[in-house]
T-cell receptor
Framework: GQSLEQPSEVTAVEGAIVQINCTYQ??????LSWYQQHDGGAPTFLSY??LDGLEETGRFSSFLSRSDSYGYLLLQELQMKDSASYFC??????????WGAGTKLIIKP | DGGITQSPKYLFRKEGQNVTLSCEQN?????MYWYRQDPGQGLRLIYY???????QKGDIAEGYSVSREKKESFPLTVTSAQKNPTAFYLC????????????FGPGTRLLVL
């Protein structure tokens, strides 16, 4: 089967750094995406890794190691508005995006 | 402003009833998708369309049907054959299938009476 594993919940303090890990097992691999979803809202795209290494976009960075079937999302200088669920998703084919169950990020003042 | 609209925001279905969820995009995207999200879970693909007049089943297509008669529109019908339809339904689009970014509509929450 195809599966993605990510922690169900992570807690961090405002201003701190947090890392959300994702391991995957899929029949094919084209790339790893990260999406943010606030409660009751729609997912919004954060980043994409097609090749190994680190991608940086402002306070957010994403890393991929294809040999380890592993990636992570790094959020720096946490703000209260970053409280949301974060999903990793793998392109297992040119149309099929397989989603993890999501990590709920709780930020404390 | 370009984007994706979904309607209605909330939808109630009675037993044995078919209901249709609307999805419209003005991003000029070729590819469109329908996902289902259950509480505490990730998104699961119901149907996708690469181009007008074409659509393909995703992982959980049973009990659902779609059409793609216009580039901008990709309505989803939840039929009476779908026995557990209560969920959050999300429509998305991308420039083409496999594009890095999928853009999502605000979603429709379907509840069964």
């Amino acid at each position: 089967g195809q599966s993605l594993e990510q922690p169900s919940e992570v807690t961090a303090v405002e201003g701190a750094i947090v890392q959300i890990n994702c391991t995957y097992q899929t029949s094919g691999f084209y790339g790893l995406s990260w999406y943010q979803q606030h409660d009751g809202g729609a997912p919004t795209f954060l980043s994409y890794n097609g090749l190994d290494g680190l991608e940086e976009t402002g306070r957010f960075s994403s890393f991929l190691s294809r040999s380890d079937s592993y990636g992570y999302l790094l959020l720096q200088e946490l703000q209260m508005k970053d409280s949301a669920s974060y999903f990793c998703a793998v392109y297992a084919s040119n149309y099929q995006l397989i989603w993890g169950a999501g990590t709920k990020l709780i930020i404390k003042p | 402003d370009g984007g994706i609209t979904q309607s209605p925001k909330y939808l109630f279905r009675k037993e044995g009833q078919n209901v249709t969820l609307s999805c419209e995009q003005n991003l000029n995207h070729d590819a469109m998708y329908w996902y289902r999200q259950d509480p505490g879970q990730g998104l699961r693909l119901i149907y996708y369309s690469q181009i007008v007049n074409d659509f393909q089943k995703g992982d959980i297509a049973e009990g659902y049907s779609v059409s793609r008669e216009k580039k901008e529109s990709f309505p989803l019908t939840v039929t009476s054959a779908q026995k557990n339809p209560t969920a959050f339904y999300l429509c998305a689009s991308s420039a083409y299938t496999g594009a890095e970014t999928q853009y999502f509509g605000p979603g429709t929450r379907l509840l069964v009476l």
